[in-house]
């Protein structure tokens, strides 16, 4: 026992000395949580008596700490749909309800979900804050706001954004499944989740760092929700570019990023970039976009698009500023791309189902003639999106009313579009 708080104290010192100019102040040792929807109660959080919610932890996390949640499906403390961390932790998911086995898109899925009542939270799903750095990811967690939306029938194929005081329901949260938020100098990674039925203004992932920040974002299967699918952005606004925060996106799947609403001019993107961020993106899908695949409005300078597989985009693949670009122009057309070799674009098979499919195929805007006719990128023609989600073709008649609008996607749907890489290369793949 002395041995130990002598091991222990020592490694607090160390951890508290100068390293050139940088202070690291001290951490206690890591401890590993467990969190069960099945077993849960009370707040011990360990294997055998574990935690019910998420949030029953958070007032016992420390910087490095790891947590393993079962699967089942969770709604927050009190139901309320959402959950805030300000320590850097690892949040782990899909393991089995005895902690033996992990399987976070099949056997052993962790359903981050919610209520729609009037008194739930907007906010988003998972909002993590840190004030230090430390070991921090998350990493097998399924985010699904369907439950979360209020939807106009029973159908649920529009959301509704205003709520609804007579049956008791808010609006459809404005807000995506995961909000990060780094101080200076520290890293997180976003792997192997799944996030659908999202409905943010921002993105449905919202990452943002800060001077001399590492994000990586790999492996993730983002599908039908409006905004960004994925928002790399940052707290640190350089004047002389130096200290970035460094994206990594690699084998992403996004797919059907709606725009904000039918007449949005915002939103409907698979990747949006703020200005002061060095970005690579390697081997994804973007598709489906409603205005793009890659949106680079800002003009961050030497972002590396690498091997990804553009289509079914409506406006373009790729833009800088006002400028729409396809991504056979890639080369010849942009300016700030410091790698653009090996994107292509091909038509894919989408075994995303049936009922979803012909929705999403057959939905109108009151603006999509306008839309098409400002169309650059390849594959975003009506029969065409039909083909690839397995739909026979048609001649689409364009009316002035939006009949579908963010449907609410099966789990079950969703998890068929990321189990295998397309075309063996390109997006996710079962963890």
């Known amino acids: 026992m002395v041995f ?33 929807a099945a077993r849960g109660n009370g707040k011990d959080g360990t294997k055998e008596k574990p935690a019910k919610e998420l949030s029953h932890l958070a007032s016992k996390l420390k910087d490095g700490d790891l947590v393993n949640i079962a699967e089942g499906v969770y709604v927050g403390n009190g139901e309320s749909g ?35 009542t009037f008194n739930a939270a907007t906010q988003y799903r998972l909002i993590m804050t840190p004030r230090n750095c430390g070991a921090m990811a998350v990493d097998g967690i399924v985010f699904d706001n369907g439950p979360r ?13 205003s709520a609804n005081a007579r049956l008791n329901l808010n609006a459809t949260p404005e807000s995506g499944a995961l909000k990060l938020e780094l ?40 599908i039908n929700n409006t905004g960004e699918g994925i928002f790399a952005q940052t707290k640190w606004k350089p004047r002389d570019n130096k200290g970035l925060t460094r994206f990594v996106i690699e084998n992403n799947t996004v797919l059907f990023s709606w725009k904000h609403d039918p007449i949005a001019t915002y939103g409907g993107n ?13 081997n994804n899908v973007f598709a489906f976009g ?41 080369g010849n057309e942009a300016n700030e791309l410091k790698d653009s070799t090996g994107n292509v674009s091909a038509e894919l098979k989408v075994p995303v189902g049936a009922s979803f499919a012909n929705l999403y195929a057959g939905r109108v805007e009151l603006n999509r003639a306008a839309v098409d006719a400002k169309a650059k990128a390849a594959n975003n023609g ?36 990321g189990l295998a890489r397309y075309n063996g290369k390109y997006g996710c793949q079962k963890p």
């Open 290 to 330: 409603d205005y793009g695949g890659v949106d680079n409005v800002k003009k961050a300078a030497g972002v590396i698009l690498k091997d990804n597989l553009f289509t079914g985009n409506r406006l373009y693949d790729y833009r800088e500023f006002e400028t729409n670009v396809a991504v056979s122009n890639f």
């Open 149 to 161: 939306n209020q939807y106009r029938d029973a159908a649920e194929r529009v959301i509704s954004r």
């Open 82 to 116: 959402s959950e805030r961390l300000d320590v850097a932790v690892r949040v782990v998911g899909g393991w089995s309800d005895d902690f033996a086995k992990r399987d976070p898109w099949g056997a052993h899925q962790t359903v981050f979900a919610g209520v729609n």
């Open 382 to 417: 009506a029969n065409a999106l039909r083909s690839m989600l397995g739909l026979p073709l048609q001649a689409n008649a364009v009316t002035a009313d939006a009949d579908v609008w963010l449907p609410r996607l099966a789990i079950a749907d969703a998890l068929r579009t």
């Open 4 to 36: 130990l708080m002598r091991a222990k104290v020592l490694r607090g010192f160390l951890a508290s000395a100068f390293l050139g100019s940088f202070f690291v102040p001290s951490v206690a040792l890591a401890e590993e949580y467990f969190v069960s």
């Open 270 to 282: 698979a990747l949006k970039l703020d200005q002061e961020v060095s970005l690579t993106a390697t």
């Open 183 to 222: 101080p200076r100098s520290c890293q997180a990674s976003i792997v192997n989740n799944v996030v659908m039925n999202t409905a943010p203004t921002g993105g449905a992932i919202s990452a943002s760092g800060h001077e001399g920040g590492l994000i990586t974002i790999k492996n993730n299967l983002v």
